[in-house]
């Protein structure tokens, strides 16, 4: 027996051998420290209830020695009314429905305890999108359904409604918005995605043994493998051309141009930000993307375009590149006016800031470039060269490679590449 406090939780280790040791108090009887042979720690009480069973309650991992100390004796006093907590929670599990799990989870991401890809806290417009598709598709469909007796038949099941549009709808959101939801195999692996990621919360929650999505194999997203031709690229040109000529907003139409000639996310171009905008050293310097600070390559052809917004639209008072209706806040309409640009010509009708996304990086290839060069174009994460950019100024070699991507889109967009000319260039 030890004093578990904070020196002794900070220090203690498994005893070798043994795949968990548990320490119990010397004090409190009944309260101990569990400790893996991974490393990992758990407050819990050990009691015996009225019928003399031997049972533990774990009380969680996040606690301090004295929060659990504090929360060992309420729990041990119930066990002496001739309560059974760990019974209690057992059947309390046994009963939470697939709404209530998806809400603990929500209400976890929003405290930061649970992890994105990158083992950061999920951003804000990361939670967003979840609460979408929890929202729109998993309640729906899985709301109701007792979280243990989800099989993985029913996630395929899910999956396939989703994909054909089961849950489609179109709906009035406030006062003048709408949710338009399509559904597709895009939406359905994506949200299987994260169905898998609420049972892995559920898991460690001791709420399920075992995750339903494991071995789930998700539809293809047809939007990620759809990419631009040159000719679609000079339609491109002729739609934006057409949207100036009828007062689209000229933001939208600078910003579109933007995300074609750049390969950036739409979110990094609509809150893009003038500090972000290195003109001298031809890169982008984001402060916070998915992927954390990110330096990108900038080609000449997207600094024009940057160049020729309006100096009114772009005002002093704002940081933003594309400013929104007023200084604090980013241009917000970016993804409807997307969608109002496309559009104008059948042929772009199922293009988004995605399939521009794929299209650079598909060019990019068709030029030979290598994976871990265009992974440094659109900055993907830690794993390509982009890491090395950091706080220093980017290779030549990049934005001479950003350059021709760029040079390339935009003589497309105007025209005056045909697709045949890539093979040519390729090899020149």
Not at 143 to 157: H, L
Not at 181 to 205: D, K, N, P, Q, W
Request: charged share 30%; glycine share 8%.
């Amino acid at each position: 027996m030890t004093k578990i406090n904070k020196r002794f939780v900070d220090s203690a280790a498994p005893k070798p051998g043994r795949a968990e040791t548990v320490y119990f108090d010397e004090k409190l009887s009944g309260f101990g420290l569990r400790v893996k042979a991974s490393g990992a720690k758990s407050f819990l009480i050990q009691y015996r209830n009225a019928r003399g069973e031997s049972r533990r309650l774990t009380l969680g991992s996040k606690l301090t020695p004295d929060q659990a100390r504090r929360e060992a004796r309420l729990k041990l006093a119930d066990v002496e009314r001739g309560r059974d907590p760990a019974k209690e929670l057992d059947e309390a599990r046994a009963a939470i429905t697939v709404k209530t799990l998806c809400d603990d989870y929500l209400q976890a991401a929003e405290k930061g305890l649970i992890l994105g890809k990158r083992k950061r806290p999920k951003k804000a417009s990361t939670l967003d999108t979840d609460r979408g598709r929890i929202s729109r598709h998993i309640v729906p469909l899985l709301g109701k359904r007792v979280a243990r007796d989800v099989t993985t038949a029913d996630i395929n099941k899910f999956m396939r409604d989703v994909s054909s549009g089961k849950t489609a709808a179109d709906e009035k959101t406030k006062k003048r918005g709408r949710a338009i939801v399509t559904g597709g195999a895009g939406t359905a692996a994506r949200t299987v995605g994260l169905l898998g990621g609420i049972f892995s919360y559920a898991i460690s929650e001791g709420i399920r043994s075992d995750n339903p999505v494991r071995g789930v194999k998700r539809q293809a997203d047809n939007e990620r493998e759809r990419r631009l031709s040159l000719a679609e690229y000079a339609i491109l040109g002729e739609a934006l051309a057409e949207a100036e000529a009828e007062k689209e907003n000229p933001l939208a139409v600078a910003a579109v141009k933007a995300l074609a000639l750049t390969g950036a996310r739409r979110g990094e171009i609509a809150n893009l930000k003038k500090p972000e905008v290195d003109r001298v050293g031809k890169a982008f310097r984001f402060t916070d993307t998915k992927e954390g600070a990110s330096v990108r390559p900038l080609g000449a052809a997207a600094i024009r375009a940057l160049d020729a917004i309006p100096k009114a639209l772009q005002r002093a008072s704002s940081k933003y590149v594309f400013p929104g209706g007023d200084d604090k806040r980013p241009y917000s309409g970016l993804a409807k006016a997307i969608s109002r640009i496309m559009a104008r010509k059948p042929e772009l009708a199922d293009v988004t800031a995605h399939v521009l996304r794929h299209s650079f990086a598909s060019l990019a290839d068709d030029l030979g470039y290598s994976e871990a060069t265009t992974g440094a174009m659109l900055g993907h994460g830690k794993k390509t060269v982009t890491a090395r950019y950091i706080h220093k100024p980017v290779d030549a070699a990049l934005i001479d490679a950003t350059d021709k991507v760029a040079d390339m889109i935009e003589s497309a967009m105007a025209g005056k590449l045909k697709d045949a000319e890539v093979h040519n260039l390729k090899t020149a």
